[in-house]
């Protein structure tokens, strides 16, 4: 049984250190609230767990408890209180010592972390942690990056304290460096599509089809029978069916409409444009969410031009039925975009991803976990290289869902709906099919006006000029 440092006992830290003392191992904690440490123990106890849980008053006690070598794990904000900690470590580690940073953390912080600390002898793996503080306290979805022998080591109590999909951990090592956060970023990419795309179907039906949350919570209730069967389309059953205890009302209702973000979601659309591969839908997400904020200027707006969405129509039963078909359609192009960046990401720096390594350790623990992972993964273990959309199953997921996304977009768009994530989904899969595209305008205009060249159908491999320069 192994012997952890963990820093940082907040809500996931005191979760994780539970998991993993219930798994058997033993967990050196500290924090700067010495109550939240004994409140981790008291449950400890209670829970009967197997593993001990010490708190420690400093970094030194820390330190001075564990086996050498030692394995430290850092829960705590990335960024500034991320680099604080290490600072606050080092000079106390002796040369082969571990750190985890098991935050959200930024993936070239990672890199500039693991050169820096490796260049002084000590080990660094950068991991992501998905499933929130349930997902950390009962089997969390993990994917580390760094080298091979940071993983060696706690490869065993990681695999212990994971989910497990039909019995196999849900963590994994991916590759070196920065490489298990960027796959982390790129979950939580997929996640701001995902809810994004729920927050429209719920546009729809409160205000295209006049539906009370209670309806609307029935309807995500029910698309849990179908291919959207996934975990945030449950827990978007249970926070539209939820009602204010204090007032009797629905709670949905009394929530402001103003979406936080802490800056994976902004930070993939980032990457994604660095690499050049089309993300869309990740940017549908986070620029709704930004949007959403400014909600002063939203009033304003509605005042001078008046509220955007009229009615659906009353064949409410059709646009119900279209709508669980334009999500897994839209669902569908999260996915693939989202692995299309993974595999630009794994040429760019490197890496050598899994594709399906990395659908694998999505299909439980996680926050987007759906059943549509176990066959993505089932994907991507036939052919690493395969794009999703044409791989026989996605293929026909995407011709039975696309004519029902394409027809209710028509009729929400005519309506006045702000659907941004779905109809990015349209347009991707319609720029997606269009073989001769209208780029040859933009090269003309590049050449037109700045001589950039343009390669001609008939002498490709030839950068020429047009007439427009003679
Ligand atoms: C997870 C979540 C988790 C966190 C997000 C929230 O996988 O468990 O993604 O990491 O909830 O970072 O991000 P926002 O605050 O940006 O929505």
Same mark, same amino acid.
């Given at each position: 049984m192994a012997h952890l440092g963990l820093v940082g006992i907040g809500v996931m830290g005191s979760a994780f250190a539970l998991n993993l003392a219930e798994e058997g191992h033993s967990v050196s904690m500290l924090d700067r609230t010495m109550a939240k440490m004994e409140a981790v123990q008291e449950k400890g106890k209670a829970e009967n767990l197997s593993g001990e849980l010490i708190a420690c008053a400093d970094a030194k006690a820390l330190i001075d408890s564990l086996p050498t070598p030692r394995t430290v794990m850092l829960l705590v904000p990335s960024g500034k209180p991320l680099d604080g900690a290490i600072d606050m470590l080092k000079p106390l580690l002796a040369k082969g010592d571990m750190i985890a940073d098991l935050g959200n953390s930024y993936f070239k912080e990672t890199e500039r972390r693991t050169t820096e600390l490796e260049a002084e002898g000590l080990y660094f793996l950068g991991m992501g942690i998905s499933g929130g503080a349930e997902g950390a306290r009962h089997g969390p979805s993990i994917m580390a990056g760094g080298s091979k022998e940071s993983w060696a080591r706690v490869q065993e109590p990681l695999r212990d304290a994971a989910a497990k999909f039909e019995g196999s951990p849900c963590v994994d090592w991916f590759g070196p460096g920065g490489s298990g956060h960027f796959i982390k970023m790129i979950h939580n990419g997929i996640e701001y599509a995902d809810m994004q795309q729920i927050a429209e179907a719920y546009g729809l039906m409160r205000d @295209?089809? @006049?539906?009370?949350a209670a309806e609307i919570a029935d309807v995500f209730q029910g698309w849990m029978? @179908? /291919?959207?069967?996934?975990y945030l389309i449950e827990i978007a059953g249970e926070v539209a069916a $939820? *009602?204010? /205890?204090?007032?009797?009302? $629905?709670m949905l209702d009394l929530i402001l409409d103003k979406a936080g973000q802490k800056g994976t979601g902004r930070w993939s659309v980032v990457e994604a444009l660095h690499l050049g591969s089309p993300n869309s839908l990740m940017a549908a997400g986070v620029e709704a969410r930004n949007l959403s904020a400014q909600k002063d200027q939203r009033i304003v707006w509605e005042a001078a031009f008046g509220a955007s969405l009229e009615p659906l129509g009353t064949d409410k039963a059709k646009v119900l039925a279209q709508l669980e078909n334009a999500m897994i359609a839209a669902k569908i192009c999260a996915y693939v975009q989202g692995f299309e960046v993974l595999k630009a990401a794994s040429v760019e720096f490197d890496w050598n991803l899994k594709m399906g390594a990395i659908a694998r350790v999505w =299909? $439980? @623990?996680?926050?987007? =976990?759906? *059943?549509f992972l176990d066959e993505i993964a089932e994907v991507f273990d036939a052919?690493?290289?395969?794009n999703l959309a044409l791989a026989p199953k996605f293929k026909t997921y995407l011709q039975d869902t696309m004519p029902a996304l394409q027809e209710l977009m028509g009729l929400a768009v005519a309506r006045g709906a702000h659907v941004p994530a779905l109809f990015a989904a349209l347009s991707f899969f319609n720029m997606s099919r269009t073989g001769q595209s209208t780029a040859n305008m933009i090269q003309g205009l590049r050449d037109r006006f700045g001589a950039h060249t343009f390669e001609r159908l008939d002498d490709l491999g030839v950068k020429v000029n047009g007439p427009w320069h003679d």
């Open positions: @295209g089809l @006049g539906m009370d029978k @179908g /291919p959207l069967n996934s $939820a *009602v204010d /205890p204090k007032t009797g009302t $629905a =299909r $439980a @623990g996680c926050i987007i =976990r759906s *059943v052919d690493d290289t395969a």
